[in-house]
């Protein structure tokens, strides 16, 4: 394999050596603009200041020893998140990218940053000015966080760079712990090497075909996977201009993306699904008529399982604006494999497999036939470089033959070490070994099959639903859910099973739109039932309306499936008006 970096200059082992050589070749070149509004008001980032700035903020770690320790990274979207990720490879700190928490006992944020914390122990907590003049109050919600020693990286004399020595590290040391997203249970640190990074940069780079001429634009988290590779370090391997706006921006007002991709003239962007669906919903013809979106060729998509529907209604309603249904580019990945381990061709158009969803509630894949009833997947690609993808029998460890759904199993040089401090949870997930004594494999919980070599994913394991014998994706459900009544947030439901009587039972929670009265309960428990059972012949055994913001999700916006059941169980999901139980 060949990397884009090596193609300038030979001996590149980790992203010291990538952003050594950009600062000594491209000094002036910008690498980074963050527009602080969300729209026009910019700040930016050459190779050279991010150098310059990482070299002083690596000396003043350098100084209090805290090379080959561990550094809590709590700072919004922005550019001294990057300048000081950097400052810690630079100095051979094991950053940790986290949401910086609002000290308050009820951020959701703050039990999340307690559980990393607990895991890691960090020894330094690196943040913003304002943020560290916040810290005694958030000393009184989390006493603990006080055993770390705290620093603002902000403003920091240039001349300290002066000082810096290159730390002794190599492609197999530890860049950085990745926690994870948690939809399933608690966050876990997902170890990854400067070699993990480098392999991962360059799949990223040859399944999107980036060059120093491609432009992006991304508002995902940079504490997240795909915000820090794919919006911070893929970019500066490539070289190419990387815009950045915070998720706050977007959420706020989701036309800020496109304008974004359309000021910019950007080539690459993307998000999850939802990005998709919410741009869709939320944009209006006025604000469409000013968009241009001719010059985006790769809308990579992922994340989540991919609804068909959400690209489907973002290509009809963005058409007039340039995109093209083909710049779609749905790919698959996870954090314990860095980043991306499928990926379709850029040019290309999204695949698209129907298959019959009787047999597929039976783990099998029957190509549906015109007098069938179907269910069209969208497929996420194939693998990438040198990189393997098997799918297996989660339960006797044996190859699924291709017309069986089974759990995707990936190897290669960007699957992580394992989890920071966890040697059962790695062992079990990252040293997974075939009957034939094939292995090791990365076993990452999710639920798919291979179709002439593209890969279509179906769901993730622990999520599934079993009722009766069949099985049933809860994302599939929660879809049919959200669209059965005006009043229902899109993104915002939870499918998921209890155990009653020794029976399965499904139940919804679901959050409904401000507009929402309390007279309008009965009729949308009536549309829920109406559309689950037309869909899927499920009878609903109980309907959970939900306020507005209160459905868990994790920090990269996936449904906490989970924390939701348990929260139900526990009669702690803020329902408005009442739940209303079936027979």
């Known amino acids: 394999m060949t990397h884009h970096i090596q193609n300038l200059t030979s001996g590149v082992r980790t992203f010291i050596d990538v952003l050594s ?27 050279g200041d991010l150098d310059l700035r990482a070299r002083a903020i690596a000396a003043r770690l350098q100084r209090l020893g805290a090379t080959g320790k561990r550094a809590l990274l709590l700072f919004p979207a922005g550019l001294d998140y990057i300048t000081t990720f950097f400052g ?12 910086p928490p609002r000290p308050n006992r009820q951020d959701r944020t703050l039990t999340r940053l307690q559980t990393i914390v607990a895991n890691a122990r960090p020894q330094f907590a690196l943040t913003t000015t304002l943020l560290l003049s916040e810290v005694d109050a958030l000393f009184k919600y989390a006493p603990e966080f006080r055993r770390m020693c705290w620093l603002s990286t902000e403003d920091l004399p240039c001349e300290l ?38 392999h991962n940069a360059a799949l990223i780079e040859q399944g999107m075909e980036h060059t120093a001429e491609s432009r992006g634009v991304m508002w995902l988290p940079p504490y997240h996977d795909m915000g820090l590779l794919g919006g911070v370090l893929q970019p500066l391997y490539a070289g190419r201009l990387m815009t950045l706006l915070s998720p706050a921006a977007f959420a706020q007002r989701p036309v800020r993306w496109l304008e974004a991709i359309s ?34 060729s790769v809308a990579f998509v992922g994340a989540e399982p991919i609804q068909l529907v959400s690209l489907q209604k973002f290509a009809e309603t963005f058409k007039s604006c340039g995109f093209r249904w ?23 158009a999204p695949v698209l497999h129907t298959v019959t969803k009787a ?34 029998d989660p339960t006797t460890l044996i190859p699924c033959q291709s017309d069986k759904v089974g759990e995707i199993w990936v190897s290669g040089p960007s699957i992580a070490t394992g989890y920071w401090q966890q040697p059962e949870e790695t062992k079990a997930t990252f040293h997974a070994y075939l009957t034939t004594g094939e292995g090791p494999f ?19 394991l622990k999520d599934l639903i079993i009722i009766r014998g069949r099985n049933v994706y809860p994302h599939d459900i929660e879809q049919a859910v959200e669209r059965s009544h005006v009043l229902l947030r899109a993104g915002c439901s939870a499918a998921f099973s209890i155990t009653i009587a020794g029976e399965e039972r499904l139940i919804i929670a679901q959050e409904v739109e401000r507009a929402f009265q ?66």
């Open 161 to 198: 760079a002066n000082e810096w020595q290159r730390p002794a590290v190599e492609s197999q040391n530890l860049a950085f712990l990745q926690y994870t997203s948690g939809s399933t249970n608690d966050p876990k640190g997902v170890m990854l090497s400067h070699g993990n990074l480098l």
């Open 88 to 99: 810690c490879i630079y100095a051979g700190v094991v950053a940790i990218p986290a949401y």
């Open 326 to 348: 083909e710049a779609f580019y749905p790919c698959y990945g996870l954090a314990e494999a860095t980043l991306i381990v499928s990926g379709g061709l850029k040019a290309a």
């Open 518 to 583: 309390r007279s309008d309960a009965s009729a949308i428990v009536s549309a829920i039932r109406q559309a689950v059972w037309k869909e899927y012949a499920l009878q609903v055994h109980a309907v959970s309306l939900l306020r507005p913001g209160s459905i868990p999700k994790t920090s990269s916006g996936k449904t906490q499936r989970h924390l939701c059941r348990k929260k139900y169980l526990a009669g702690s999901l803020e329902t408005v008006g009442a739940s209303h139980v079936g027979i």
């Open 21 to 47: 050589w950009r600062a000594r070749h491209q000094y002036e070149q910008t690498g980074y603009t963050f527009l602080l509004d969300g729209e026009r008001e910019e700040v930016h980032l050459t190779y």
């Open 359 to 392: 047999a597929l509630e039976l783990n099998t894949i029957m190509t549906a036939t015109a007098d069938e009833e179907g269910e069209t997947l969208v497929g996420c690609g194939r693998t990438l470089g040198d990189q393997s993808i098997n799918i297996v």
């Open 442 to 460: 990365l076993r990452t919980g999710d639920l798919g099959y291979l179709h002439n070599g593209e890969l279509f994913v179906t769901g993730r």
């Open 263 to 296: 000021r910019t003239r950007a080539t690459n962007s993307g998000g999850p699904n939802f990005a998709y669906e919410l741009c869709a919903r939320k944009i209006t013809p006025e604000q469409r008529a000013n968009l241009d979106l001719s010059n985006w």
